[in-house]
């Protein structure tokens, strides 16, 4: 099959199972915004006043879908009004493809109109930052996007298309993007888990934001009740769990209620899922005392690099 770079791109998404992108339009990017108007039955594209507003717009749609949120802006100002919903993503772990309409190849490094250098820009929020110079790369920039966005600690992706980019060619079929496995337990260790509960007296489980879907919260309720774990949402995590469960004990947050912060002390595990463990969680990294806490702590989370 051979198409524009846009219409290919727009066809990718929809094949992964894309149902909804949000945006704000901008003549950076009309080959794309022409690719949605052309596949009826495909992506709903939902266009919003404001960059932020499509940004977090797509934020929600990850949270509630478990797959990436999509939003497409232009250049300079757009970008910037989006990376508020960037930066959100990356402190929640949140899949995220934002897709910016750029300037010509032949204008980038010369300080065209509303250019910027996102690489820079975006350091300290994005996973990675791609330009797509070669409409032939298409299909492996836009894989490679999908798993940085979806492996280890989710989080945002910028996708840069210069605008006469994306009139070019690109000869490739549309294919689902693959989402990145999750490893099997290591069945020693859940054994050597599962002896830790055994011989605790006031463990605690910390449930965090990596526990979305409904079966991971079922899982989180059977676990609870099979061990009889008081359960304590991380930050930001007030409805990980049923608020009038039996096992539910609350959330942490800036203020914690010193009763409850009393007793966290005095547990002997923690076991804490699905949570970076971030100062706030943490009570600024007292509980789990860091680097080494005072209790026995089990970490379970897909990245080493995120504790």
């Known amino acids: 099959m051979t198409a524009s770079a846009a219409r290919y791109l727009v066809s990718t998404l929809a094949a992964t199972g894309v149902t909804h992108a949000y945006c704000v339009p901008g003549e950076s990017y009309l080959p794309v915004l022409d690719a949605f108007a052309d596949a009826p039955g495909g992506i709903r594209l939902i266009s919003c006043r404001h960059e932020s ?91 490679r996007a999908w798993h940085a966005a979806t492996s280890g600690t989710p989080g945002p992706v910028a996708v840069v298309l210069p605008e006469d980019m994306l009139a070019t060619t690109c000869a490739a079929d549309p294919a689902p993007l693959a989402t990145a496995p999750q490893p099997d337990p290591d069945p020693d ?73 009393e007793a966290l002390q005095r547990t002997d595990l923690v076991l804490a899922v699905g949570t970076r463990l971030g100062d706030i969680t943490t009570r600024h990294y007292t509980f789990p005392r860091a680097p080494v806490p005072q209790q026995p702590l089990i970490h379970v989370y897909p990245d080493a690099f995120a504790i």
Do not use: C
């Open 53 to 143: 507003a499509a940004g977090f717009m797509a934020l929600t749609d990850a949270r509630l879908s478990g797959r990436p949120g999509v939003a497409f802006v232009s250049r300079g100002p757009g970008a910037m009004n989006a990376a508020i919903a960037m930066h959100a993503a990356e402190q929640e772990a949140m899949p995220l493809l934002l897709f910016i309409g750029h300037v010509t190849r032949d204008e980038m490094g010369r300080g065209a109109f509303q250019e910027i250098d996102y690489n820079r820009t975006y350091a300290d929020i994005a996973r990675t930052v791609i330009t797509v110079h070669d409409a032939t790369r298409l299909p492996e920039l836009l894989a």
């Open 189 to 261: 260790v859940m054994a050597r888990v599962a002896e830790l509960l055994s011989g605790s007296v006031r463990p605690v489980l910390i449930a965090g934001g990596r526990i979305q879907s409904p079966a991971a919260r079922t899982a989180l309720a059977t676990v609870a009740e099979r061990w009889q774990l008081p359960v304590l949402g991380a930050f930001k995590q007030q409805d990980v769990l049923a608020n009038d469960h039996p096992n539910w004990i609350g959330q942490v947050g800036f203020v914690v209620a010193p009763p409850l912060a």
